[in-house]
């Protein structure tokens, strides 16, 4: 599986983007979708988790904020961030398993994109 970002940028607090990620072998089916983030000096991070059935999870630092989905026929996935914040600065990254347990934390993930720069200035 292949993944590729985009959609990342520049962005004043309060703004909005949205993330996508073209998966080269995607079917709804067949995988478990995930958003992560790295910011500088920090730990990676799950920002939310959509299973093969359309379960999803969030981080909660990001609840009611952000949204994943995904679109079947354009075989890409999404993360809607709305109302963001400095704090939300950082790479963010599209990743892929197997659907087994799919959770934002999972620990599992081993498909990964080359991610995608988000940052949120004051």
């Known amino acids: 599986v292949q993944l590729v970002e985009s959609g990342g940028g520049s962005v004043q607090a309060g703004g909005s983007l949205r993330l996508s990620c073209r998966v080269s072998?995607?079917?709804?089916?067949?995988?478990?979708m995930g958003w992560f983030r790295q910011a500088p000096g920090s730990e990676r991070e799950g920002v939310a988790a959509?299973?093969?059935?359309?379960?999803?999870s969030y981080a909660d630092s990001v609840k009611g904020r952000f949204t994943i989905s995904e679109d079947n026929a354009k075989n890409t996935l999404y993360l809607q961030m709305n109302s963001l914040a400095p704090e939300d600065t950082a790479m963010y990254y599209c990743?892929?398993?197997?659907?087994?347990?799919?959770?934002?934390?999972?620990?599992?993930?081993?498909?990964w994109g080359q991610g995608t720069q988000v940052t949120v200035s004051t």
């Open positions: 990743a892929a398993k197997l659907p087994f347990e799919c959770y934002v934390d999972a620990s599992d993930f081993d498909n």
């Open positions: 072998e995607y079917t709804s089916s067949s995988y478990c």
């Open positions: 959509i299973d093969a059935d359309g379960t999803t």
